[in-house]
Protein backbone atom coordinates (compact mmCIF):
# COMPACT_ATOMS: atom_id res chain seq x y z
CA UNK A 1 0.00 0.00 0.00
CA UNK A 2 1.33 3.24 -1.04
CA UNK A 3 1.31 6.09 1.74
CA UNK A 4 0.82 9.76 0.62
CA UNK A 5 1.50 12.02 2.99
CA UNK A 6 0.87 15.79 2.40
CA UNK A 7 3.16 17.65 4.09
CA UNK A 8 2.14 21.79 4.81
CA UNK A 9 4.29 24.16 5.51
CA UNK A 10 3.42 26.89 8.69
CA UNK A 11 1.68 29.75 8.22
CA UNK A 12 3.59 32.50 7.32
CA UNK A 13 2.23 35.93 9.18
CA UNK A 14 1.58 38.65 6.68
CA UNK A 15 1.00 41.43 9.16
CA UNK A 16 3.49 41.82 12.23
CA UNK A 17 3.52 44.05 15.35
CA UNK A 18 1.38 47.57 15.03
CA UNK A 19 3.90 50.15 13.65
CA UNK A 20 4.44 53.24 15.38
CA UNK A 21 1.65 55.83 14.29
CA UNK A 22 3.53 58.48 12.12
CA UNK A 23 1.54 61.27 11.12
CA UNK A 24 1.78 61.91 7.29
CA UNK A 25 0.29 65.13 5.70
CA UNK A 26 -3.41 65.00 4.79
CA UNK A 27 -4.11 63.07 1.52
CA UNK A 28 -0.20 61.38 1.97
CA UNK A 29 -0.49 57.42 1.11
CA UNK A 30 2.41 55.87 2.21
CA UNK A 31 4.14 52.94 0.35
CA UNK A 32 2.72 49.22 1.12
CA UNK A 33 3.87 47.64 4.44
CA UNK A 34 6.74 51.05 4.50
CA UNK A 35 6.67 52.95 7.99
CA UNK A 36 5.58 56.23 7.54
CA UNK A 37 8.07 59.38 7.83
CA UNK A 38 6.37 61.94 10.73
CA UNK A 39 5.20 65.32 9.49
CA UNK A 40 5.56 68.86 10.92
CA UNK A 41 8.58 70.58 12.27
CA UNK A 42 8.31 68.61 15.59
CA UNK A 43 6.21 67.11 17.33
CA UNK A 44 3.09 69.18 18.28
CA UNK A 45 2.83 71.42 21.35
CA UNK A 46 1.39 69.01 24.72
CA UNK A 47 -2.37 68.76 25.62
CA UNK A 48 -4.36 66.69 27.56
CA UNK A 49 -5.86 63.54 26.46
CA UNK A 50 -9.19 64.15 25.07
CA UNK A 51 -11.83 61.21 25.13
CA UNK A 52 -13.47 61.25 21.71
CA UNK A 53 -15.51 58.64 19.56
CA UNK A 54 -16.78 55.31 20.46
CA UNK A 55 -13.77 54.12 21.81
CA UNK A 56 -12.16 55.99 24.51
CA UNK A 57 -8.47 57.23 24.77
CA UNK A 58 -7.51 54.97 27.34
CA UNK A 59 -8.42 52.11 25.40
CA UNK A 60 -6.20 49.67 25.21
CA UNK A 61 -5.80 48.12 21.89
CA UNK A 62 -4.95 43.86 21.86
CA UNK A 63 -2.01 42.31 19.86
CA UNK A 64 -2.81 41.21 16.51
CA UNK A 65 -1.71 37.18 16.22
CA UNK A 66 1.15 36.37 14.70
CA UNK A 67 -1.23 34.29 12.33
CA UNK A 68 -3.50 37.22 11.71
CA UNK A 69 -4.77 36.87 7.88
CA UNK A 70 -2.84 33.48 6.97
CA UNK A 71 -4.05 32.08 3.65
CA UNK A 72 -3.39 29.27 1.68
CA UNK A 73 -0.09 29.57 -0.34
CA UNK A 74 -0.31 28.96 -4.25
CA UNK A 75 -3.15 31.36 -4.20
CA UNK A 76 -2.75 34.38 -5.83
CA UNK A 77 -4.62 37.55 -4.26
CA UNK A 78 -6.82 39.27 -6.92
CA UNK A 79 -7.77 42.17 -4.50
CA UNK A 80 -7.10 46.22 -5.16
CA UNK A 81 -4.14 47.29 -3.06
CA UNK A 82 -5.73 48.84 0.17
CA UNK A 83 -5.53 52.28 0.71
CA UNK A 84 -7.19 55.16 3.38
CA UNK A 85 -8.08 59.32 3.81
CA UNK A 86 -8.77 60.83 6.91
CA UNK A 87 -11.55 63.08 5.98
CA UNK A 88 -12.93 66.07 8.10
CA UNK A 89 -15.01 68.94 7.66
CA UNK A 90 -12.07 71.31 8.58
CA UNK A 91 -8.35 70.99 9.66
CA UNK A 92 -8.47 74.13 11.34
CA UNK A 93 -10.62 74.33 14.41
CA UNK A 94 -10.95 76.73 17.95
CA UNK A 95 -10.25 75.60 21.23
CA UNK A 96 -13.62 73.71 23.01
CA UNK A 97 -15.07 72.76 19.40
CA UNK A 98 -15.87 69.14 18.03
CA UNK A 99 -13.92 68.19 15.35
CA UNK A 100 -15.54 64.90 13.54
CA UNK A 101 -13.26 62.08 11.73
CA UNK A 102 -14.06 59.66 8.75
CA UNK A 103 -11.38 57.38 7.73
CA UNK A 104 -12.31 56.37 3.88
CA UNK A 105 -11.30 53.06 3.04
CA UNK A 106 -10.43 51.98 -0.76
CA UNK A 107 -8.94 48.55 -1.84
CA UNK A 108 -8.14 45.83 0.33
CA UNK A 109 -10.23 42.77 1.19
CA UNK A 110 -13.07 43.37 3.76
CA UNK A 111 -13.88 43.61 6.90
CA UNK A 112 -11.78 46.12 8.46
CA UNK A 113 -10.08 46.56 11.60
CA UNK A 114 -9.35 50.48 12.20
CA UNK A 115 -7.13 52.03 15.25
CA UNK A 116 -6.89 55.66 15.87
CA UNK A 117 -4.13 57.73 17.71
CA UNK A 118 -3.30 60.76 18.29
CA UNK A 119 0.05 62.80 19.12
CA UNK A 120 -1.52 64.06 22.41
CA UNK A 121 -2.00 59.93 23.77
CA UNK A 122 -5.42 59.64 22.79
CA UNK A 123 -6.83 56.11 21.04
CA UNK A 124 -9.63 55.06 19.72
CA UNK A 125 -11.61 52.03 17.12
CA UNK A 126 -14.16 52.29 14.76
CA UNK A 127 -14.29 54.31 10.93
CA UNK A 128 -15.50 57.06 12.58
CA UNK A 129 -13.68 59.21 15.20
CA UNK A 130 -14.50 62.86 17.17
CA UNK A 131 -12.09 65.06 18.92
CA UNK A 132 -12.02 68.29 20.75
CA UNK A 133 -9.08 69.95 22.65
CA UNK A 134 -8.82 72.06 25.42
CA UNK A 135 -5.71 74.45 24.51
CA UNK A 136 -4.17 75.72 21.23
CA UNK A 137 -1.48 73.47 19.13
CA UNK A 138 -1.17 71.20 16.28
CA UNK A 139 -2.41 67.74 16.40
CA UNK A 140 -1.00 65.03 14.27
CA UNK A 141 -3.71 61.94 14.02
CA UNK A 142 -3.18 58.68 12.56
CA UNK A 143 -5.76 55.73 11.74
CA UNK A 144 -4.29 52.39 11.01
CA UNK A 145 -6.47 49.61 8.61
CA UNK A 146 -6.27 46.09 8.22
CA UNK A 147 -8.30 44.29 6.21
CA UNK A 148 -8.69 40.61 6.21
CA UNK A 149 -6.38 39.11 3.81
CA UNK A 150 -3.82 41.14 6.14
CA UNK A 151 -2.94 43.58 4.73
CA UNK A 152 -2.17 46.89 6.73
CA UNK A 153 -2.38 50.85 5.64
CA UNK A 154 -1.81 53.84 7.76
CA UNK A 155 -3.06 57.40 6.85
CA UNK A 156 -2.72 60.49 9.05
CA UNK A 157 -3.66 63.93 8.96
CA UNK A 158 -2.96 67.39 10.64
CA UNK A 159 -5.36 69.36 12.79
CA UNK A 160 -4.64 73.39 13.84
CA UNK A 161 -6.25 74.22 17.27
CA UNK A 162 -6.67 77.72 17.73
CA UNK A 163 -8.50 80.27 20.32
CA UNK A 164 -11.35 81.04 19.70
CA UNK A 165 -12.48 84.62 18.06
CA UNK A 166 -12.39 87.99 19.97
CA UNK A 167 -12.94 91.45 19.00
CA UNK A 168 -11.88 94.16 21.02
CA UNK A 169 -14.33 97.95 20.53
CA UNK A 170 -13.09 101.47 20.93
CA UNK A 171 -13.41 104.69 19.49
CA UNK A 172 -10.37 107.21 18.77
CA UNK A 173 -12.32 110.46 19.68
CA UNK A 174 -12.76 111.62 23.29
CA UNK A 175 -16.28 113.08 22.86
CA UNK A 176 -18.80 113.59 20.23
CA UNK A 177 -22.41 115.65 19.69
CA UNK A 178 -25.72 114.08 19.00
CA UNK A 179 -26.65 112.35 15.66
CA UNK A 180 -23.14 113.18 14.61
CA UNK A 181 -21.02 110.09 13.16
CA UNK A 182 -17.87 109.20 15.31
CA UNK A 183 -15.68 105.83 14.49
CA UNK A 184 -15.99 103.00 16.14
CA UNK A 185 -12.71 101.04 15.96
CA UNK A 186 -13.19 96.99 16.08
CA UNK A 187 -10.27 94.88 16.45
CA UNK A 188 -10.99 91.32 15.63
CA UNK A 189 -8.70 88.63 16.38
CA UNK A 190 -8.71 84.61 16.68
CA UNK A 191 -10.54 81.95 15.81
CA UNK A 192 -11.29 81.07 11.95
CA UNK A 193 -12.04 83.42 9.20
CA UNK A 194 -14.38 84.43 7.36
CA UNK A 195 -15.78 86.31 10.78
CA UNK A 196 -19.66 87.97 10.79
CA UNK A 197 -19.30 91.20 13.42
CA UNK A 198 -22.65 92.56 14.12
CA UNK A 199 -22.40 96.27 16.29
CA UNK A 200 -24.92 98.18 18.46
CA UNK A 201 -24.53 102.02 20.27
CA UNK A 202 -25.98 102.24 23.19
CA UNK A 203 -28.53 103.48 24.29
CA UNK A 204 -30.65 103.80 21.00
CA UNK A 205 -27.80 104.24 19.00
CA UNK A 206 -26.62 102.91 15.37
CA UNK A 207 -26.47 99.43 14.31
CA UNK A 208 -24.99 97.50 11.78
CA UNK A 209 -23.13 94.30 10.51
CA UNK A 210 -20.13 93.26 8.38
CA UNK A 211 -17.82 90.42 7.03
CA UNK A 212 -14.14 89.83 7.45
CA UNK A 213 -12.05 87.62 5.30
CA UNK A 214 -9.16 87.74 7.90
CA UNK A 215 -8.36 89.03 11.36
CA UNK A 216 -7.94 92.87 11.54
CA UNK A 217 -8.98 96.34 12.87
CA UNK A 218 -11.96 97.07 11.61
CA UNK A 219 -13.06 101.14 11.90
CA UNK A 220 -17.57 102.24 11.00
CA UNK A 221 -19.12 105.64 11.83
CA UNK A 222 -21.60 105.33 14.25
CA UNK A 223 -24.67 107.92 16.35
CA UNK A 224 -25.39 108.35 19.52
CA UNK A 225 -28.81 110.71 19.65
CA UNK A 226 -28.48 111.73 23.12
CA UNK A 227 -26.05 113.41 25.45
CA UNK A 228 -24.02 111.30 27.72
CA UNK A 229 -21.52 108.10 27.54
CA UNK A 230 -22.01 105.99 24.63
CA UNK A 231 -21.91 102.04 24.91
CA UNK A 232 -20.95 100.03 21.87
CA UNK A 233 -21.51 96.40 21.63
CA UNK A 234 -19.81 94.00 19.23
CA UNK A 235 -20.79 90.42 18.66
CA UNK A 236 -18.07 88.08 16.68
CA UNK A 237 -18.64 84.67 15.08
CA UNK A 238 -16.23 82.77 13.10
CA UNK A 239 -16.51 80.04 10.54
CA UNK A 240 -16.46 77.47 13.30
CA UNK A 241 -19.02 78.67 14.85
CA UNK A 242 -17.63 79.88 17.83
CA UNK A 243 -18.22 83.55 19.05
CA UNK A 244 -17.66 86.39 21.46
CA UNK A 245 -19.12 89.76 22.67
CA UNK A 246 -17.93 92.47 23.78
CA UNK A 247 -19.38 95.49 25.80
CA UNK A 248 -17.40 98.95 26.29
CA UNK A 249 -17.82 102.40 26.93
CA UNK A 250 -16.00 104.32 23.83
CA UNK A 251 -17.21 108.03 23.94
CA UNK A 252 -18.94 110.66 25.50
CA UNK A 253 -21.56 112.78 23.81
CA UNK A 254 -21.57 116.21 24.77
CA UNK A 255 -24.93 118.67 25.26
CA UNK A 256 -26.25 120.03 21.62
CA UNK A 257 -23.96 123.25 20.66
CA UNK A 258 -25.77 126.41 20.62
CA UNK A 259 -24.30 129.84 20.62
CA UNK A 260 -26.33 133.25 21.88
CA UNK A 261 -25.51 136.60 20.51
CA UNK A 262 -25.59 138.88 23.61
CA UNK A 263 -24.68 142.65 24.08
CA UNK A 264 -25.61 144.22 20.56
CA UNK A 265 -27.77 147.01 19.69
CA UNK A 266 -30.15 147.33 16.69
CA UNK A 267 -28.52 150.69 15.81
CA UNK A 268 -24.92 152.69 16.11
CA UNK A 269 -23.53 155.68 14.96
CA UNK A 270 -21.25 156.09 12.93
CA UNK A 271 -17.24 156.29 14.78
CA UNK A 272 -18.90 154.72 17.69
CA UNK A 273 -17.47 151.45 18.94
CA UNK A 274 -19.77 148.51 18.81
CA UNK A 275 -19.89 145.27 20.82
CA UNK A 276 -20.80 142.03 19.89
CA UNK A 277 -20.62 139.31 22.86
CA UNK A 278 -21.91 135.57 22.12
CA UNK A 279 -21.99 132.75 24.66
CA UNK A 280 -20.96 129.31 23.36
CA UNK A 281 -22.05 126.06 25.56
CA UNK A 282 -22.69 122.25 24.58
CA UNK A 283 -20.00 121.03 21.57
CA UNK A 284 -16.96 119.49 21.56
CA UNK A 285 -13.87 121.61 22.82
CA UNK A 286 -12.17 123.33 21.54
CA UNK A 287 -14.34 126.12 19.60
CA UNK A 288 -13.19 128.14 16.59
CA UNK A 289 -15.15 131.29 16.37
CA UNK A 290 -14.52 134.36 13.59
CA UNK A 291 -17.01 137.43 13.43
CA UNK A 292 -16.89 139.13 9.71
CA UNK A 293 -18.92 142.65 9.42
CA UNK A 294 -20.73 143.95 6.08
CA UNK A 295 -19.51 147.22 6.13
CA UNK A 296 -16.12 148.49 6.50
CA UNK A 297 -14.73 148.86 10.32
CA UNK A 298 -11.56 150.43 11.84
CA UNK A 299 -10.30 149.91 15.40
CA UNK A 300 -11.37 146.07 15.27
CA UNK A 301 -10.50 143.77 18.35
CA UNK A 302 -9.19 140.11 17.43
CA UNK A 303 -11.53 138.70 14.74
CA UNK A 304 -10.88 135.26 15.53
CA UNK A 305 -10.29 133.07 18.53
CA UNK A 306 -10.98 129.95 20.43
CA UNK A 307 -12.83 129.20 23.38
CA UNK A 308 -14.09 126.50 25.34
CA UNK A 309 -17.25 125.02 26.69
CA UNK A 310 -19.32 126.84 27.53
CA UNK A 311 -17.79 130.33 26.77
CA UNK A 312 -17.69 133.81 26.31
CA UNK A 313 -16.81 135.62 23.17
CA UNK A 314 -16.10 139.36 22.92
CA UNK A 315 -15.92 141.54 19.73
CA UNK A 316 -15.51 144.95 19.24
CA UNK A 317 -15.36 147.67 16.38
CA UNK A 318 -16.22 150.93 14.66
CA UNK A 319 -18.06 151.27 11.94
CA UNK A 320 -16.55 153.69 9.17
CA UNK A 321 -19.53 155.12 7.34
CA UNK A 322 -23.40 154.21 7.63
CA UNK A 323 -25.71 152.27 6.55
CA UNK A 324 -27.09 148.96 6.94
CA UNK A 325 -24.91 146.83 8.63
CA UNK A 326 -24.62 142.46 9.17
CA UNK A 327 -22.57 141.28 11.85
CA UNK A 328 -22.13 137.46 11.25
CA UNK A 329 -20.60 135.63 14.19
CA UNK A 330 -19.76 131.57 13.13
CA UNK A 331 -18.68 129.45 15.93
CA UNK A 332 -17.01 125.81 15.03
CA UNK A 333 -16.41 123.17 17.36
CA UNK A 334 -13.98 120.09 17.53
CA UNK A 335 -16.29 117.65 16.09
CA UNK A 336 -17.26 119.99 12.78
CA UNK A 337 -20.71 121.50 14.28
CA UNK A 338 -20.71 124.78 12.76
CA UNK A 339 -23.33 127.26 14.06
CA UNK A 340 -23.73 130.93 12.09
CA UNK A 341 -25.78 133.61 14.03
CA UNK A 342 -26.41 137.32 12.61
CA UNK A 343 -27.14 140.46 13.99
CA UNK A 344 -28.24 143.76 12.02
CA UNK A 345 -27.27 146.80 12.69
CA UNK A 346 -28.78 150.21 11.35
CA UNK A 347 -25.57 152.38 11.42
CA UNK A 348 -26.65 155.73 11.56
CA UNK A 349 -24.22 158.83 10.30
CA UNK A 350 -21.79 160.27 13.13
CA UNK A 351 -23.30 163.22 15.35
CA UNK A 352 -22.07 166.21 14.76
CA UNK A 353 -23.04 169.85 16.16
CA UNK A 354 -21.94 173.70 14.99
CA UNK A 355 -22.22 176.25 17.41
CA UNK A 356 -22.25 180.31 16.04
CA UNK A 357 -22.93 183.60 18.30
CA UNK A 358 -24.75 186.54 17.15
CA UNK A 359 -22.37 188.70 18.29
CA UNK A 360 -18.82 188.80 18.53
CA UNK A 361 -18.42 191.09 21.72
CA UNK A 362 -20.71 191.85 24.35
CA UNK A 363 -21.33 193.70 27.46
CA UNK A 364 -21.21 192.33 30.78
CA UNK A 365 -24.36 190.65 31.56
CA UNK A 366 -25.90 191.62 28.04
CA UNK A 367 -27.39 188.53 25.96
CA UNK A 368 -25.55 186.22 23.96
CA UNK A 369 -27.20 184.42 21.02
CA UNK A 370 -25.94 181.36 20.54
CA UNK A 371 -27.53 178.92 17.65
CA UNK A 372 -26.17 175.45 17.22
CA UNK A 373 -26.96 172.88 14.43
CA UNK A 374 -27.29 169.35 15.28
CA UNK A 375 -26.38 166.04 12.23
CA UNK A 376 -26.35 163.05 12.35
CA UNK A 377 -26.63 160.69 15.77
CA UNK A 378 -30.11 159.17 16.71
CA UNK A 379 -32.95 161.57 17.74
CA UNK A 380 -33.82 162.86 20.16
CA UNK A 381 -31.75 164.93 21.20
CA UNK A 382 -30.66 166.33 24.39
CA UNK A 383 -28.69 169.99 24.25
CA UNK A 384 -26.77 171.48 26.54
CA UNK A 385 -25.17 175.42 26.68
CA UNK A 386 -23.47 177.20 28.68
CA UNK A 387 -21.38 180.33 28.89
CA UNK A 388 -18.17 180.69 31.24
CA UNK A 389 -18.99 183.10 34.42
CA UNK A 390 -22.68 182.35 33.26
CA UNK A 391 -25.82 180.00 33.62
CA UNK A 392 -26.34 177.39 31.38
CA UNK A 393 -29.89 176.25 29.32
CA UNK A 394 -30.85 172.20 28.49
CA UNK A 395 -33.43 171.98 26.09
CA UNK A 396 -34.61 169.28 24.32
CA UNK A 397 -34.22 168.41 20.09
CA UNK A 398 -36.37 165.95 18.56
CA UNK A 399 -34.79 165.87 15.03
CA UNK A 400 -31.42 167.17 13.67
CA UNK A 401 -31.75 170.51 12.77
CA UNK A 402 -31.10 174.03 14.45
CA UNK A 403 -31.32 175.21 17.83
CA UNK A 404 -31.18 178.70 19.35
CA UNK A 405 -30.58 179.97 23.07
CA UNK A 406 -29.37 182.89 25.05
CA UNK A 407 -26.82 183.13 27.43
CA UNK A 408 -25.35 185.73 29.18
CA UNK A 409 -22.46 186.90 31.93
CA UNK A 410 -20.99 189.31 34.01
CA UNK A 411 -17.56 188.37 33.67
CA UNK A 412 -15.42 190.57 31.97
CA UNK A 413 -12.58 189.28 29.32
CA UNK A 414 -13.19 186.30 26.85
CA UNK A 415 -15.69 183.71 27.61
CA UNK A 416 -16.15 180.26 26.12
CA UNK A 417 -19.84 179.20 24.85
CA UNK A 418 -20.19 175.97 24.68
CA UNK A 419 -23.20 173.69 23.88
CA UNK A 420 -22.84 169.61 24.22
CA UNK A 421 -25.72 167.19 22.35
CA UNK A 422 -26.49 163.64 23.08
CA UNK A 423 -28.14 161.23 21.09
CA UNK A 424 -30.84 158.53 22.07
CA UNK A 425 -27.98 155.84 21.97
CA UNK A 426 -25.73 158.42 24.41
CA UNK A 427 -23.33 159.61 22.01
CA UNK A 428 -22.10 163.32 22.77
CA UNK A 429 -21.11 166.10 20.75
CA UNK A 430 -19.57 169.35 22.06
CA UNK A 431 -19.21 172.46 19.90
CA UNK A 432 -17.26 175.89 21.35
CA UNK A 433 -17.25 179.81 20.76
CA UNK A 434 -15.34 182.47 22.37
CA UNK A 435 -17.23 185.98 22.84
CA UNK A 436 -15.24 188.85 24.10
CA UNK A 437 -17.64 190.36 27.40
CA UNK A 438 -16.00 194.08 27.30
CA UNK A 439 -17.94 197.29 28.32
CA UNK A 440 -17.43 198.66 24.82
CA UNK A 441 -20.06 198.66 22.66
CA UNK A 442 -21.10 195.12 20.91
CA UNK A 443 -19.78 194.37 17.53
CA UNK A 444 -22.02 193.24 15.09
CA UNK A 445 -25.19 190.40 14.90
CA UNK A 446 -22.96 187.94 12.86
CA UNK A 447 -19.93 185.42 13.28
CA UNK A 448 -17.44 188.22 12.76
CA UNK A 449 -16.81 192.31 14.15
CA UNK A 450 -14.38 194.49 15.10
CA UNK A 451 -14.07 195.68 18.87
CA UNK A 452 -12.96 198.03 20.21
CA UNK A 453 -10.41 198.41 23.15
CA UNK A 454 -12.65 199.28 26.60
CA UNK A 455 -10.28 201.65 27.86
CA UNK A 456 -7.23 203.63 27.17
CA UNK A 457 -5.56 202.15 24.42
CA UNK A 458 -2.43 199.84 25.89
CA UNK A 459 -3.49 197.93 23.17
CA UNK A 460 -4.82 198.28 19.97
CA UNK A 461 -8.37 197.11 18.74
CA UNK A 462 -8.40 193.75 17.72
CA UNK A 463 -10.30 191.93 14.91
CA UNK A 464 -11.97 188.90 16.01
CA UNK A 465 -13.01 186.22 13.33
CA UNK A 466 -15.44 183.22 14.44
CA UNK A 467 -15.55 180.88 11.12
CA UNK A 468 -17.96 177.82 11.35
CA UNK A 469 -17.35 175.03 9.14
CA UNK A 470 -18.49 171.73 10.01
CA UNK A 471 -19.49 172.35 13.14
CA UNK A 472 -15.67 172.90 14.02
CA UNK A 473 -15.00 176.58 15.27
CA UNK A 474 -12.06 178.31 14.79
CA UNK A 475 -11.01 181.92 15.76
CA UNK A 476 -8.01 183.82 14.23
CA UNK A 477 -7.10 186.62 16.43
CA UNK A 478 -4.87 189.43 13.91
CA UNK A 479 -3.50 192.07 16.18
CA UNK A 480 -2.73 195.33 15.30
CA UNK A 481 -0.38 196.80 17.25
CA UNK A 482 0.15 200.91 17.95
CA UNK A 483 2.87 200.57 19.46
CA UNK A 484 6.07 200.38 17.76
CA UNK A 485 7.33 196.61 17.04
CA UNK A 486 9.98 195.07 15.11
CA UNK A 487 8.54 193.94 11.98
CA UNK A 488 9.89 190.90 12.17
CA UNK A 489 8.23 189.98 15.51
CA UNK A 490 5.13 187.56 14.46
CA UNK A 491 2.26 187.58 16.53
CA UNK A 492 1.09 184.75 19.01
CA UNK A 493 -1.02 183.81 21.35
CA UNK A 494 1.75 184.41 23.88
CA UNK A 495 2.26 187.83 22.56
CA UNK A 496 -1.23 188.66 22.71
CA UNK A 497 -1.81 187.03 26.26
CA UNK A 498 0.68 189.32 27.49
CA UNK A 499 -0.69 192.64 25.95
CA UNK A 500 -3.96 191.56 27.47
CA UNK A 501 -2.26 191.15 30.92
CA UNK A 502 -0.54 194.05 30.71
CA UNK A 503 -4.09 196.38 29.90
CA UNK A 504 -5.79 194.32 33.40
CA UNK A 505 -7.47 192.35 31.13
CA UNK A 506 -8.31 188.80 33.43
CA UNK A 507 -7.93 185.31 31.42
CA UNK A 508 -8.92 182.25 32.80
CA UNK A 509 -6.85 178.88 32.35
CA UNK A 510 -9.59 177.66 29.61
CA UNK A 511 -9.61 181.02 27.48
CA UNK A 512 -5.84 180.72 27.36
CA UNK A 513 -5.94 177.29 26.62
CA UNK A 514 -8.13 178.27 23.93
CA UNK A 515 -6.63 181.33 22.39
CA UNK A 516 -2.98 179.10 22.06
CA UNK A 517 -4.87 176.21 20.26
CA UNK A 518 -6.55 178.60 17.83
CA UNK A 519 -3.35 180.98 17.15
CA UNK A 520 -1.37 177.72 16.38
CA UNK A 521 0.98 178.00 19.59
CA UNK A 522 1.71 174.36 20.95
CA UNK A 523 -0.84 174.04 24.70
CA UNK A 524 2.24 173.10 26.23
CA UNK A 525 4.41 175.85 25.54
CA UNK A 526 1.48 178.10 26.87
CA UNK A 527 1.24 175.85 29.69
CA UNK A 528 5.13 176.46 30.56
CA UNK A 529 5.20 180.08 30.08
CA UNK A 530 2.49 180.79 32.57
CA UNK A 531 3.92 178.29 35.09
CA UNK A 532 7.46 179.86 34.67
CA UNK A 533 5.10 183.61 35.15
CA UNK A 534 3.42 182.39 38.36
CA UNK A 535 6.67 181.19 39.92
CA UNK A 536 8.38 184.55 39.03
CA UNK A 537 4.95 186.46 40.92
CA UNK A 538 4.56 188.30 37.23
CA UNK A 539 1.03 186.64 37.63
CA UNK A 540 -1.28 185.24 40.37
CA UNK A 541 -4.50 183.30 40.25
CA UNK A 542 -7.86 185.37 41.24
CA UNK A 543 -11.53 183.81 41.61
CA UNK A 544 -13.95 185.06 39.56
CA UNK A 545 -17.74 185.50 40.28
CA UNK A 546 -18.30 182.07 38.66
CA UNK A 547 -15.42 180.59 40.46
CA UNK A 548 -13.12 180.05 37.56
CA UNK A 549 -9.47 181.01 38.03
CA UNK A 550 -8.20 183.83 36.27
CA UNK A 551 -4.91 184.79 35.85
CA UNK A 552 -3.81 188.31 36.23
CA UNK A 553 -0.99 190.72 35.76
CA UNK A 554 1.26 191.79 38.69
CA UNK A 555 4.31 192.83 37.39
CA UNK A 556 5.32 193.85 34.17
CA UNK A 557 8.09 192.55 32.91
CA UNK A 558 11.08 194.64 31.21
CA UNK A 559 10.21 194.84 27.36
CA UNK A 560 13.38 192.08 26.59
CA UNK A 561 12.42 189.67 28.75
CA UNK A 562 8.55 189.84 27.63
CA UNK A 563 9.37 190.13 24.30
CA UNK A 564 11.32 187.05 24.70
CA UNK A 565 8.79 184.82 26.89
CA UNK A 566 5.87 186.20 24.73
CA UNK A 567 7.42 184.56 21.15
CA UNK A 568 9.83 181.83 22.54
CA UNK A 569 8.07 180.43 25.39
Do not use: H, K
Amino acid sequence: MTVAVLVLGCGVPLAGPMLPAWPVAAGEVPAPGAPEAPTGGGPPRAGPPIVGGPASAATVLPSRSATAGVRATGIPATAANLSAVIETARSVADVGSTVPLNLSITGGVPPYSIEWEDSLGAMALGPNWSLQFALPSVVAVSARVFDSDGSVYMASRALTIVAGPAVNVSSPVAGGDPGVPFPLLLDVSGGVPPYSLTWSVLPNGSSGSATLEVPTDFTTPVTAPAPGAAWATVTVTDADGGSATTTARVTDIAPPPSLILTGTTPVADADQGVVVSGLWSGGVDPVVWAVAASLPVVNVSAPVGTLSRPGALTWTGTFAVPGNATIAVQATDADGVTILRTVSIRVCPALTVGLSLGAATVAPAAPIPISAEVAGGLPPYTLTFSVTGGGAFSGNLSAAGPAVATLSTATAGFSIVSVTVRDALGVVAVARSTVLVSAAAPVGNGSSGTAAPPSAPAWAAWPIAILTIGGAVGIFLWPRLRRRRSAAAAPNALAIVRRLLEDGTPLDRETLAYLAEEEGSPPERTRAALERWERAGRVRSEPNDGGTDLLTWVEPAPPSSRSSEGEGA
